[in-house]
């Protein structure tokens, strides 16, 4: 009897996977079909990039150009100082990444594991400015960072300063030193250690993927950023390189192809970046959300 139980019982748990074994293709193949309506804008970009000014303006367009032309690279690096724009935006987006990471880290930290008189209010208040869009506070910025107070219109520095604190990392280094047991600051307190001492030698070391998701965050935000450096700045030895992009789109006009060719090596850093990053980032994301 139990013999016979047995293949019984394997052919019912087949059975039951039976369904299940079914639906995967169809979510491979959702996913798939997501992934390529998502890619096809950079393929697009890319393969345009390497086409003539005939066959990147024909319609429909095609899926690979007929003649490879990677000269167009070399035009549109020709018609602006990129390398200017590439080094002011290193310069600018590394300072943010720096000052982000050291307020970030030291702001959660004081939320996470102190206890202070009005400590919920503050961040309540500063949750609350998440809601609030950049354009609302572009012109009291304008004026303070502008020439009436700082003086600091036309500079790098106008384009770094602003952007040293924003709620939301603040908010996901909050969340990961929540994750972090009691126990271990409980540890560190009888063998001495106080904040500082806890934060650098062990909330640090084991809060590297949340890190890692605040740099990737606050880096890619700085090299994107278009808006505030267009009307903060004038000359184009300060000007970082989105906007660099924007000067060569109106320069190069319907000059498609070399335009192309300039968003794609404009873009490639940043798709290079978060290769690098993807697993760190992943974790980052997934880890913050353990605590409330």
């Known amino acids: 009897m139990a013999e016979q139980a047995l293949p019984r019982a394997g052919a019912r748990a087949r059975t039951d996977r039976q369904p299940f074994g079914f639906r995967i293709p169809w979510r491979h193949l959702v996913l798939a079909s997501i992934g390529l309506v998502v890619a096809y804008p950079f393929y697009y970009m890319v393969t345009t990039s390497l086409k003539d000014l005939f066959e ?22 020709s018609r602006q100082p990129w390398g200017t724009f590439l080094l002011n935006t290193i310069i600018i987006a590394s300072a943010v990444t720096i000052g982000e990471l050291v307020t970030a880290v030291l702001a959660g930290y004081a939320f996470a594991r102190m206890q202070f008189r009005g400590k919920n209010v503050i961040f309540t208040l500063l949750l609350a400015t998440l809601m609030l869009p950049a354009e609302a506070t572009l012109i009291p910025n304008f004026v303070i960072m502008g020439r009436r107070y700082l003086n600091l219109y036309d500079t790098l520095a106008v384009q770094i300063i602003p952007f040293l604190a924003t709620a939301f990392s603040i908010f996901l280094l909050r969340q990961f030193f929540l994750s972090i047991p009691n126990e271990l600051q409980d540890a560190a307190r ?6 500082l001492r806890f934060l650098w030698s062990i909330a640090l070391p084991i809060s590297v993927p949340a890190l890692v998701t605040v740099a990737i965050f606050a880096f890619l935000s700085s090299w994107n950023a278009f808006q505030w450096p267009l009307i903060m700045t004038d000359r184009p030895e300060v000007r970082p390189i989105q906007v660099g992009l924007n000067s060569f789109r109106a320069e190069g006009g319907s000059i498609y192809h070399v335009l192309l060719a300039a968003a794609t090596f404009v873009v490639a850093p940043i798709v290079l970046l978060y290769l690098m990053a993807q697993k760190q980032l992943i974790q980052g994301v997934a880890r913050t959300g353990i605590r409330g």
């Open 56 to 77: 990147a303006t024909s319609v429909p367009p095609t899926l690979f150009p007929h003649e490879l032309h990677p000269e167009n690279y070399a035009t549109a690096l």
């Open 190 to 195: 009888i063998d001495g250690a106080g904040h």
